[in-house]
Every structure is written in C-alpha cells, then in structure tokens.
C-alpha cells in the first residue's frame, strides 16, 4: 500500500511561485498514476494535474495550464507540482492521490490513496 505525504505549501503573493512535493512510500510507487487535487473553502474538490508511471503523459486543468507543471522521479519516490504566476484564486489545501497503474489520468473517482493535503495562499 502507498502513503503519501504532500508538503512545500504556503503564503505567496500573487505572481510567485511555490514547488510542492508528495513523498510516497512503499515499493509500488513507481506503477502509480499520480495526481494533484485541491479544494478552496466552499468549494467542491477540483483536479488540478496528473501524470502516468513514466512521465510519459501528463494532463493538467484548463484553470492552471501554462502556470503549473506535474512532474515525477521514481528514484526519490516523489511527485512534484511547480506553481508558478500564482493568483489568489489558486489558494486552496492542495492534495496528493494515487490511482491504479493503467488509469486513465483524468477517471478522478480512481484516485483512492491520499495525502494529508498542504495549505497554499496566494495574497494579492
């Protein structure tokens, strides 16, 4: 089973940049899809980004396009979200989950393994 562990959140002003990262444990890690979640106070969950077993194909939401990128090393057992040209809207606790090998990146109900979550706040 895979644990996992998001941190690198924070308070950013609006135009910054912050790396979050997802320590994962257990020696399956590597077959995992991955991706990164978040949910703003009221609002329901959304997907934000997600990535297959070999980096090899990568999807992120129209909302963070060309500002965040979801990359992974399965040496650290890591997976990474590099936000950048933040916006106030972008502040939410930010969450990492792990779905099946083989699951079709954007099949959110898949995601079944989750981290704690990290606050992001982004001011203006």
């Known amino acids: 089973q895979v644990q996992l562990v998001e941190s690198g959140g924070g308070l950013v002003h609006a135009g910054g940049s912050l790396k979050l990262s997802c320590a994962a444990s257990g020696r399956t890690f590597n077959s995992y899809v991955m991706g990164w979640f978040r949910q703003a106070p009221g609002k329901e969950r959304e997907f934000v980004a997600g990535?297959?077993?070999?980096?090899?194909?990568?999807y992120h939401a129209d909302s963070v396009k060309g500002r965040f990128t979801i990359s992974r090393d399965n040496a650290k057992n890591t997976v990474y979200l590099q936000m950048n040209s933040l916006r106030p809207e972008d502040t939410a606790v930010y969450y990492c989950?792990?779905?099946?090998?083989?699951?079709?990146?954007?099949?959110?109900?898949?995601?079944?393994?989750w981290g704690q979550g990290t606050q992001v706040t982004v001011s203006s």
């Open positions: 989950a792990a779905a099946p090998p083989g699951t079709y990146l954007r099949a959110f109900t898949e995601y079944h393994i």
């Open positions: 990535i297959t077993w070999n980096s090899g194909n990568t």
